[in-house]
C-alpha cells in the first residue's frame, strides 16, 4: 500500500487559521504584531523567501518591514539597524535572512538581535535554551516538521529517529527537538559511510541535505514516516526534494510531498513565533 502523504499545504492553512484568532485578539486589543525582516546582498533565492514571508505576514493581519542592504554593505549599518528594531515596540520579531555576504561575521549578527524577538530561534542563547529544553522559539522549519508529526498523530517516543543532514537551521535543531520528544535520535550527513545502514533503520527519517532524490526506496525501512526537507530545482527546472519521492512513497507510511510539505510550514511557524513574541510583549513577559 502507497504511503499516505503528509499535506504541508492544508496542516499549514489549519495551524494558520488558529493563530489568526490569536493574533486578531492582540490587534482588538490595540496590538498590531509586528516583524522585521533584514535582508543584505542580492542572493535570488532569499529575495524570493523575504516575499513570501511578507506576504504571509498580511495574510494574518502581521505588519510587517524589510530592511534591504546592498552586497557591500557594512555590518557595522546592520548592526545599527537591529538595534533600532531592538528598541522599536512596534516589532515584536525579527530576522537576519541568510546567508549574508562573506565578510559578515553571522554570529555576531544575530546576537545583536534582542532574544525575546528572535523569531528564527538562531540567537546562540536561543540556541542553547533549546539544547536544555527550555525552547523560547523553536527554530521555523523543525517546528514545522514537529508539527506536522503532532498533526498527524505519528507517535516520537521511543522511535528512532535519523536525521540527515547537520545544518545550523535545520539538521541540528531538529534532531534536538526529536530527542527532547523522546525518540532514540542518530544524526548522518550526506557524507555518512554506509548510510542506508542508518537510514533503513528509522522510524522516522528526515532529510535536509539538499542532494536530489538522494534517499532511494532501498534505503527506506518499510512503514516510515519520511520527511523531506529538501527542495532542489533540476536542469529542466522541475523542483525536487532531497527524496526520491515516487518509488519512496511505496515503501514509506508517511511521507511528505515537495513542493508542499515542509516548505509551507516554515513561514507559517514563522508567523506563530511572531504573533507568540507579540503576546509576550503584551503580557510584559521577559525571557531572561
Ligand atoms: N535562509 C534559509 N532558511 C532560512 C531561515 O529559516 N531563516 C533565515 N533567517 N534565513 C534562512
Known sequence: MSAQIIDGKKTAELVRAEWKLRADKLIQSGIKPGLA?????????????????????????????????????????????????????????????????????????IASIAIEKD????????????VT????FPPCTPYGVMTMLDRYAIPIEGRHAVVVGRSNIVGKPM???????????T?????TRDLAQFTQSADILVVATGRPRMITAAMVKKGAVVID????????????????FEPVKEIAGFITPVPGGVGPMTITMLLCNTILAAERAQAGIKIR
Open 37 to 109: 525582516v533584514i535582508i543584505v546582498g542580492d542572493n535570488p533565492a532569499s529575495a524570493i523567501y523575504v516575499k513570501n514571508k511578507v506576504k504571509a505576514c498580511s495574510d494574518v493581519g502581521i505588519y510587517s518591514e524589510v530592511h534591504s542592504f546592498g552586497k557591500d554593505a557594512k555590518q557595522s549599518d546592520v548592526l545599527d539597524c537591529i538595534q533600532a528594531l531592538n528598541e522599536n515596540p512596534n516589532i515584536h520579531g525579527m530576522l537576519v535572512q541568510l546567508p549574508l555576504p562573506p565578510h559578515f561575521e553571522n554570529n555576531r549578527v
Open 119 to 130: 523569531v528564527d530561534g538562531f540567537h546562540l542563547y536561543n540556541v542553547g535554551a533549546l
Open 133 to 136: 529544553g527550555n525552547t523560547v
Open 175 to 185: 534532531a534536538l527537538m526529536l530527542l527532547e520528544q523522546g525518540a532514540t535520535v
Open 187 to 191: 544524526i548522518c550527513t550526506s557524507r
Open 229 to 244: 526537507v529538501g527542495i532542489n530545482r533540476l536542469s529542466d527546472g522541475t523542483l525536487c526534494g532531497d527524496v526520491d
